[in-house]
């Protein structure tokens, strides 16, 4: 029920008076509510239903709710209701439905305009600190990445549920936070609230509450809240929810705790199968054929030669499919026994196939051009196929909501366009059209500067950029040369220089010899080069150092780490001393991630080969929320490695995690160097980390 004082504390200033909304719909709103969605229709109509339950139901906050929830684009609202809600709120700036309409207008700018949502909704809750649905809207935000507070999110969550005890509402923001009190007398009330009821939402709820429940015992004492969920699944079993979906999801959860692998066969059962996206039998053919044949330090030419007369069975199975027919032509083109016609048929055909049927698979315009350039061949089809190359720009990024940090392009993400543009200032160069080389290298160059790397980028980032921008400045550097502008080319070539010395400065000593050179041929002497070459190459190291290699995407890193305390799954406690006086390989996963299912195999395979070194350790941080998943997760995979549940101390030194992800830590507990990403896997991987822990080992 609404809570309503009299109208002498309007505070006319804010315009907001003391008025609680109530905890959920009434019976008639939500009758109401159930009725226009099954009402159906287009966008229109269900815009038009909801209208009328809004105005049936003026005063009603999960009226207008329905009514808003209509113009979310991409999980925003729409700039027409945030301009619909303000010029309401101003309306009622000066009467009793004045906070309502700021609680409503506030929840429009969540995503869009967030700082401006936590001021509306803080003086919501200066006027009406009982406030629910203030209280509710400023959980889902401070519970978001980009404004995490446990602090403030705990206290919202604890006024809602003060005010609205009976509510299932907000439990789905609160399974990142690692306070145990917290969790554990949420879990009382939650249960409490399911307690008398069977319906979907309350259902659905459960996988939550063990969640809540697990949180405050370490792994080895799960026993008693396995017991409850034991009886959780019997009951809601017992209940025939053989048909009801929601019912089976829930059943799966709990399987999987429990490692009931009759009970997840029943589950499997009775959910309905996904239908595979189009081409995945082709990729399942394609990745299993992969690993039978690509093993480390197998002969290219000879995987090549094999996959060429591979792709003839594939094509005989999916002769419409534009990947088989992308497959067989790399395969071809990098085979030097098979004949150079029989790649350019390929091609052909790929770009036959693909036209007739794209179904937003890879393009094959730039691949073929560059092929028909390095080859020498078809110049004069290279520009139609540049051209379409270039017609397909990146796609439009997604409305970014403020909610999650901001992402940028990063110099290594795919930009279908810029490649075309790098390809096709060279290849324009090489079919002697000048002038279309020059408006690709006018538009490539400003689109390199979007990339330049932030400091703090990664050395393999920093390397990236220096090698695409270098090659820019060359293909500057050689259109200048057929011009006959030497002048305007040792000024392109100095560029490069300039960039390589900023960002990947080891290549200064080679490109100091190169320009030289072209000094020389410009100036008649080296005169005055010194001065006008200007880079100075990096000091050599004065005594050696202690290193860890960075081969592939290992990113070299200097982050000491904050104190740890945390018992793993056989009861011992780790702190940060047990990592110094020893090498660690310290891999981050989660039970949910498919990529580090398929690393962790080599991981243990790593463990075992360690585990009785004096030098080196492997330790796991695991990052689920459930950590009730873990131990049956372990103990099916038969893993031994120890594993530690980390989520809350992973997420104050990764905001924003990508896993699987794996750190070398030196003997004084000095991250050094990270991996992101697993990759195909191969036996070789586990020797592989060991040379890189033993690089990372005090120089004796």
């Given amino acids: 029920m609404s809570r309503c004082p009299p109208a002498l504390f309007v505070l006319v200033v804010a315009g907001l008076p003391l008025c609680g909304q109530p905890c959920d719909p009434s019976s008639d709103v939500k009758a109401a509510m159930d009725a226009a969605t099954r009402a159906g229709g287009n966008a229109e109509n269900r815009i038009a239903a909801a209208q009328k339950v809004r105005d049936q139901f003026p005063r009603d906050y999960f009226a207008h709710r329905f009514y808003q929830n209509q113009f979310v684009i991409q999980r925003l609202f729409s700039k027409f209701i945030q301009d619909k809600y303000r010029a309401v709120l101003e309306q009622h700036a000066d009467d009793d439905l004045g906070k309502l309409y700021g609680v409503l207008y506030a929840r429009t700018l969540v995503g869009t305009n967030t700082p401006e949502a936590i001021k509306i909704l803080d003086r919501v809750l200066e006027l009406d600190p009982a406030d629910p649905q203030a209280h509710l809207n400023l959980v889902e935000i401070y519970a978001a990445p980009a404004f995490r507070d446990d602090a403030k999110l705990i206290a919202n969550a604890d006024g809602y549920w003060k005010a609205c005890p009976s509510s299932l509402s907000g439990y789905t923001y609160i399974g990142r936070v690692t306070d145990p009190d917290f969790a554990a007398r949420n879990a009382v009330r939650l249960r409490t609230a399911l307690e008398s009821r069977t319906d979907d939402e309350a259902v659905s709820m459960y996988p939550i509450l063990w969640e809540l429940e697990f949180k405050p015992f370490p792994l080895m004492g799960q026993v008693p809240i396995l ?6 699944v019997e009951m809601l079993r017992a209940q025939d929810n053989a048909t009801r979906l929601t019912a089976v999801r829930t059943l799966a959860e709990g399987y999987k705790i429990l490692g009931d692998t009759e009970g997840a066969k029943w589950v499997r059962e009775r959910l309905p199968q996904p239908t595979p996206p189009a081409g995945m039998a082709f990729m399942e053919a394609s990745s299993k054929w992969s690993g039978e044949n690509r093993t480390a330090g197998s002969d290219y030419q000879n995987i090549s030669e094999k996959l060429a007369r591979q792709t003839e069975e594939w094509i005989r199975q999916w002769p419409d499919d534009p990947r088989v027919r992308q497959e067989r032509f790399q395969a071809l083109q990098s085979a030097d026994s098979v004949p150079l016609e029989e790649a350019l048929r390929a091609a052909e055909e790929w770009i036959q196939t693909y036209e007739r049927r794209p179904d937003g698979t890879p393009s094959p315009y730039l691949q073929v051009a560059n092929f028909y350039g390095r080859m020498r061949v078809r110049f004069d089809q290279i520009p139609g196929l540049l051209e379409k190359a270039l017609q397909e720009r990146a796609p439009e990024p997604p409305i970014i909501s403020d909610l999650v940090p901001a992402r940028t392009q990063t110099v290594t993400s795919y930009n279908p366009h810029l490649a075309a543009l790098e390809s096709a200032s060279r290849l324009y160069i090489q079919i002697k059209r000048y002038d279309r080389a020059r408006e690709m290298l006018a538009e490539l160059g400003p689109a390199l500067d979007k990339l330049r790397p932030a400091p703090g980028t990664s050395v393999n980032d920093k390397r990236t950029y220096a090698l695409r921008r270098s090659n820019y400045w060359n293909t500057m550097m050689r259109l200048a040369q057929i011009e006959g502008r030497k002048n305007d080319a040792l000024e392109h070539a100095l560029s490069g220089a300039r960039v390589n010395q900023e960002f990947d400065s080891a290549r200064t000593a080679s490109d100091r010899t190169r320009l030289l050179a072209m000094y020389k041929e410009v100036h ?4 005055g080069f010194n001065k006008w070459f200007g880079l100075t190459a990096p000091p050599a190291p004065t005594r050696p150092t202690a290193t860890v290699a960075t081969p592939g995407s290992w990113t070299t890193l200097d982050k000491p780490l904050p104190e740890i305390e945390i018992q793993d799954a056989a009861g011992k406690v780790w702190y940060l001393a047990d990592l110094k006086g020893k090498v660690t390989l310290i891999n981050l996963w989660a039970t949910w991630c498919g990529p580090c299912r398929n690393e962790l195999p080599y991981l243990q395979q790593l463990y075992d080969k360690v585990r009785e070194r004096k030098d080196l350790q492997v330790i796991t941080l695991n990052t689920d929320d459930n950590l009730g998943l873990i131990l049956p997760f372990m103990k099916e995979n038969k893993y ?15 905001p924003e995690l990508s896993i699987p992800r794996n750190w070398i830590v030196d003997a004084g507990g000095v991250l050094r ?8 896997g191969d036996a070789a991987w586990v020797d592989d980390i060991i040379r890189l822990m033993e690089a990372a ?3 004796r």
């Fill in 227 to 232: 017991e409850r969920v034991r009886r959780d």
């Fill in 524 to 527: 008649g002497s080296d005169d």
């Fill in 640 to 654: 031994t490695f120890p594993v530690l549940p980390a989520r809350g101390y992973v997420d104050g030194l990764v």
């Fill in 673 to 680: 160097s990270e991996k992101i990403g697993f990759g195909t």
């Fill in 697 to 699: 080992r005090p120089a």
